[in-house]
Nanobody, 126 residues
Framework: QVQLIESGGGLVQAGGSLRLSCAPS????????MGWFRRVPGKEREFVAG????????IYGDSVKGRFAISRDNAKNTLYLQMYSLKPEDTAVYYC???????????????????WGQGSQVTVSS
């Protein structure tokens, strides 16, 4: 069992930046493909970004391309999501997720991920 803990959310004005972090409790992340998802009330969980366990494969959801950057530091056992040029429509609860897979193909499908964090609220004011 992997417990993921997100941090770094909060309130920011439109155009500002935030960085989310995700670290596991009791396990290492180096062998997991990782992803960030977000959800607003009444909507399905949306894929934001994903990174392979090697760090070589990265993909982004269309709505965040060019503004968000996912990265991982396996030495620090931490996943990051750097968010720039934030918009009010980025307001959501952000979740990190881990997928145990030997493949370096990054999935955008929420059902492919095995472990989830508790979520971190990001609010962007206009």
């Amino acid at each position: 069992q992997v417990q993921l803990i997100e941090s770094g959310g909060g309130l920011v004005q439109a155009g500002g930046s935030l960085r989310l972090s995700c670290a596991p409790s009791g396990r290492t992340l180096w062998s997991y493909n990782m992803g960030w998802f977000r959800r607003v009330p009444g909507k399905e969980r949306e894929f934001v970004a994903g990174i392979s366990w090697t760090g070589n494969n990265i993909i982004y959801g269309d709505s965040v391309k060019g503004r968000f950057a996912i990265s991982r530091d396996n030495a620090k056992n931490t996943l990051y999501l750097q968010m720039y040029s934030l918009k009010p429509e980025d307001t959501a609860v952000y979740y990190c997720a881990a997928r145990s897979s030997r493949s370096t193909v990054v999935s955008t499908n929420v059902f492919d991920y095995d472990y989830w964090g508790q979520g971190s609220q990001v609010t962007v004011s206009s």
